[in-house]
């Protein structure tokens, strides 16, 4: 018997090499305001810290209004160019049929708001195996707080204590270490050069969605 009932995953940097388009988006904003673009390898760490994050790192100081005047451009032309060049990382798609092929339901609890999410999840043609998203607008918590994990578990009808958690980020961990769940940290993504918090000791650490098949 499987020791994992149900594997729930973060969407960007944990299944999804999403940092060509946002920081294309990110650097939209730049050219509108004559300022030369940024490599992606410099901006990607800062992709899990959404948009505000992006920003706060890949422009100028300004007041909050004009903050919020680019953060608008920033999702406006994301939600136009999500998955240009994005694409599920190497291994992933491997992986996601070995769990539908062990009847071990997955699903994705993401901070991407839900009209962001859900493009992605039909463009990279999930839709048919995944069993539930939680989104970061789907209730009124978001990760680190274990609500969404919570309900993604209720969702699939599992109990925490046999559902692996999945992600990147540091909020990631603690998410799943809130709810109950066992924790796997991905080394690979956006947020690893935070996995360093004592939650992360006790998690599955994952250097290749390959690596998650032998805890499974």
């Known amino acids: 018997m499987n020791k994992y009932q149900a594997v729930l995953f973060d969407l960007d940097g944990t299944l999804l090499d999403s940092a060509p388009d946002l920081v294309g988006s990110l650097n939209w904003v730049r050219r509108s305001e004559g300022l030369a673009p940024l490599p992606v390898n410099d901006m990607s760490q800062y992709v899990s810290k959404g948009a505000l994050g992006l920003l706060n790192a890949g422009m100028p100081s300004v007041d909050p209004h004009m903050l919020e005047i680019w953060k608008q451009r920033f999702l406006d032309h994301y939600a136009k160019n999500s998955y240009k060049e994005s694409r599920l990382y190497d291994g992933v798609p491997e992986l996601l049929d070995q769990l539908v092929s062990a009847s071990i339901p997955w699903g994705v609890v993401t901070n991407k708001m839900k009209s962001l999410t859900s493009p992605i999840i039909e463009a990279a043609n999930l839709q048919s ?52 769940t066992d924790t796997a940290a991905i080394h690979y993504g956006y947020g690893s050069n935070e996995l360093s918090d004592p939650n992360v000791a006790a998690s599955m650490h994952i250097y290749h969605p390959s690596d998650l098949l032998e805890f499974l």
Request: a negative charge; charged letters at 20%; aromatic letters at 2%.
């Open 129 to 180: 195996s995944i069993g539930c998203v939680v989104c970061g607008d789907t209730l009124e918590e978001s990760k680190p707080h274990p609500a969404p994990v919570l309900h993604a578990c209720q969702m699939l009808e599992v109990s925490p204590a046999v559902t692996l958690f999945v992600g990147d980020d540091i909020r990631d961990i603690q998410a799943g270490r809130a709810a109950g």
